[in-house]
Structures are given as structure tokens and as C-alpha cells.
């Protein structure tokens, strides 16, 4: 099962994000034959926590601006601590808080940094929320861009007053999608995974971004999660 090793989620998530994002996009013997995405290795198939001490406090900051509904600030964080073995990690999120606190599972013996699924599980359902479409669909939107139609690049990055080199992988999986005229306004969102082996658990910053109406209008939504003691990179 692809990213099972990475990712081995609790089977009560059901129909999550996780579960879409480990099926095969085709068959079984279609999945065997190909290669997985430069972006599918990264940011699914790279042990993130590989190398670190446990008991550890991955710390993220999470805000949301824009014009179309109230901002705020948040935290994010992914608690480790040591396997049975002694060695890194099982791991415990908390994401976001008080109303707006998405409930994520524990992952025992993560390899992955299961913040990148934490946030994806978030946005898929904000969107939901937002067209009243179907968080199947979203899911699977994201996976395919992901495979497809991902950029990958290297970026110079600062994390705690110096710098430091990272990838950067976007996409934005909604602008040919069939279904885009039953939400239009939100068809043009875009997002932006940046990983770093210079960070703890590798994962610098997740940023999704609609944008406004018109070239000069302010972005309709924006969400931003980035490690504690980054700062966010020039767009």
C-alpha cells in the first residue's frame, strides 16, 4: 500500500485524507509499473523524523488572513516520544484550538511528519465548508495534482536568523477540474509545501492562497503554517 511505511495512520479515520492518499490513482498493476512524483516522494515518502531525539515538541505557527472571512492566529504542534524501542517516534498532534480544533489521530511509529496530513485533513474540510462540495472530490483533486502537476523547486529559506536550503512543491488542483463552475470563486486556490532537512521534522511551511477578484484585489483566503522560528518566504 503506497505510504503506508510513512504514514501507518489509525484505521478509524475511515474516509480521511490518509486513506485516499494511500490508494493507487489506477490499478494495482498500473501503480506497480510507475514512478512515484518527484512531490509524492517528498513530501510522503522522506522519513522527516528519521534522527531526532524523542521527547520532542515540533512547534508551528498558523494564521489565516483574507477578505472573505475573519482572520486569526493559532498554534499547531506534533508532540514525539519514544517507541517501545527507545528510538523516535510515536507522534501526537494538536491542530489549532477551542472551536476551530481539528481532531487528529496519533500516529504510533511515524517515519513521515504527520503535519503535512494534519493540515491537508484541515483544508479538505474547509472546503467542504466553504462550497458545500464533496471532501471525497477535494481529497482526490489533491492526490492527482500532487502525481501530476506538482513544481518542485529549490528555495533559500530563514529559519532562526540564518539560511537555510529547502524545496518548494506547488500546485493548485482545482483549475481544470470538471466540477470547478459549482465553485468558482474558490477555483483558483493554490498550494505551496516547503520542506527542509535543516528543520526539525523537515516541513518549514504549508501555505494555501485564493486569490481576489481582480489582479490588485487582496486575496480572497490564505492560510499559512510555519515552524516556530521561521519566517514566512517572500511571494
Do not use: W
Not at 528519521?50 to 482572520?71: C, D, H, I, S, V
Not at 504510533?108 to 484541515?122: D, K, M, R, S
Not at 474540510?125 to 462550497?131: A, G, I, Y
Not at 492527482?144 to 518548494?168: C, F, H, N, P, W
Request: include cysteine; glycine fraction near 6%; hydrophobic fraction near 40%.
Amino acid at each position: 500500500m503506497r505510504f503506508a511505511i510513512a504514514f501507518p495512520l489509525r484505521t478509524s479515520l475511515r474516509a480521511s485524507l490518509c486513506a485516499l492518499l494511500l490508494a493507487p490513482i489506477g490499478s494495482h498493476a498500473e501503480t506497480d509499473k510507475r514512478d512515484f512524483s518527484q512531490a509524492e516522494r517528498l513530501l510522503f515518502m522522506t522519513p522527516q523524523l528519521k534522527g531526532l531525539q524523542a521527547p520532542m515538541l515540533l512547534r508551528y505557527t498558523f494564521g489565516k488572513t483574507g477578505t472573505f472571512e475573519q482572520n486569526f492566529d493559532d498554534s499547531v504542534t506534533v508532540a514525539l516520544s519514544a517507541k517501545a524501542d527507545g528510538r523516535c517516534c510515536d507522534a501526537k498532534g494538536a491542530f489549532l484550538s477551542d472551536a476551530r480544533k481539528v481532531q487528529v489521530p496519533d500516529v504510533p511509529a511515524a517515519e513521515g511528519n504527520p503535519v503535512i496530513l494534519y493540515f491537508l485533513e484541515h483544508d479538505v474540510r474547509e472546503m467542504k465548508r466553504l462550497t458545500r462540495g464533496s471532501d471525497y472530490h477535494f481529497r482526490k483533486r489533491i492526490r492527482m495534482a500532487i502525481y501530476q502537476a506538482a513544481d518542485v523547486r529549490d528555495v533559500s529559506l530563514r529559519y532562526q536568523g540564518r539560511t537555510v536550503k529547502g524545496k518548494e512543491i506547488a500546485f493548485s488542483p482545482f483549475l481544470d477540474d470538471p466540477n470547478r463552475p459549482k465553485y468558482e470563486r474558490f477555483a483558483k486556490k493554490s498550494y505551496r509545501f516547503t520542506l527542509s532537512d535543516a528543520v526539525p521534522g523537515g516541513v518549514y511551511g504549508i501555505r494555501t492562497s485564493i486569490p481576489g477578484e481582480s489582479a490588485a484585489a487582496q486575496p480572497l483566503l490564505v492560510e499559512e503554517l510555519l515552524i516556530d522560528g521561521a519566517r514566512a518566504p517572500a511571494r
